[in-house]
C-alpha cells in the first residue's frame, strides 16, 4: 500500500450518537486540505451501535478504518491502537466524543505547513464534573510540567499533529 500524508484517529466508547458526524466532518476538513489521508476510529469494545456504524461507513467510503477492541481499555490505549494501524506520514487524533472541535484540525495543518515537526492542541473548556474530571487534570498537568519539564499546557489531551 502506498503511505498517506495524515491519518486521522479517534477512540470511541458507546458514541454511536456522535460517530457519523464526526467521520462527516473530519473527512470535510480533510478533502478541504487536498491531501491523501485515511480516517481510523477505534471501538474501545462499546455496548451501543457504535461497531455497527463503523461498519457501515466503512462500507462506503475506502478512506475509512476501523480498528475493534475486545476489551475496553481505556482512551489512550485505544489510540495507540488506533495509531498502530496509519499509514500516515502525519498523525492527528480527536476525540470520539466531540470534546474537542474538529475545526481544530485546519489550525494543525496549517501550523504543521510553516515547518514544524509536532503541533499541539490546546482544550479551552474541559467538560465534566470539576471532582472527577477537571481538578484531577490540573493537578496531573502541574506535576507533569514540574517534575517532567513538560511545558503542555494539558498533557492529557490528546489532540496532536
Known sequence: MQPLEYSVVAPMHNEEGNIKALYLDIKQTMERSN?????IFVNDASGD?????MKKIQNADSNFHFVDL?????ENWALLAGISKTRGDIIITIDGDYQK???YISVLLTELSKGYRVVSGRRRERVGSVWSRRLPSQIANGLIRLIGGV????????DAG
Open 49 to 53: 451501535q457504535t461497531l455497527s456504524e
Open 151 to 158: 511545558p503542555v499546557h494539558d498533557s492529557g489531551c490528546g
Open 101 to 103: 472541535n474538529h475545526a
Open 70 to 74: 475486545t476489551f475496553n481499555i481505556g
Open 35 to 39: 491531501r491523501s489521508y485515511e480516517i
